[in-house]
């Protein structure tokens, strides 16, 4: 499976958590008519996302625990800021939806794997 698949199933599960949690809180009409909007304005590609991330992971040995745990903030907070907005970095709230989802996603082994898999296969990736 290519890296780009694994980050489409990413994307899709972190998706589905954003938007359980959202009806969990009773998110308002216009809060979800900007994010719709800023997730349109913010979409910038997979390309310009995987890049991104490659880059942020460079110097990190994602054989390290805390290291991991950073390499998983900087693809969620990566790939969130995409999808919501730049904005939503300076929300305090996204950081413990951040922290939440991040602690979820390393809870589950099966999950942990996946996403360390990708990870290091697009670090180590020559092409993005």
């Given amino acids: 499976m290519t890296s780009i698949n694994k980050l489409d199933r990413s994307l899709t599960t972190l998706r589905k958590i954003l938007s359980e949690r959202a009806a969990t809180r009773g998110a308002g009409t216009e809060r979800s008519e900007a994010r719709n909007v800023n997730a349109t ?12 991330i490659k880059n942020r992971l460079a110097d ?10 950073r390499a998983a903030t900087i693809f969620l907070g ?7 907005g ?4 300076d929300d305090p709230a996204f950081h413990d939806l951040l922290a939440d989802v991040r602690s979820a996603m390393l809870g589950d082994a099966e999950t ?16 993005v």
């Fill in 60 to 69: 990190l040995d994602l054989t390290q625990p805390q290291q991991q745990e």
């Fill in 78 to 84: 990566t790939v969130l800021a995409n999808e919501f």
């Fill in 112 to 127: 942990q794997k996946n996403l360390l898999a990708m990870l290091n296969e697009l670090k180590d990736s020559d092409q």
């Fill in 86 to 89: 730049n904005e939503l970095l």
């Fill in 41 to 52: 304005a913010g979409n910038e590609g997979a390309k310009q996302v995987k890049l991104r």
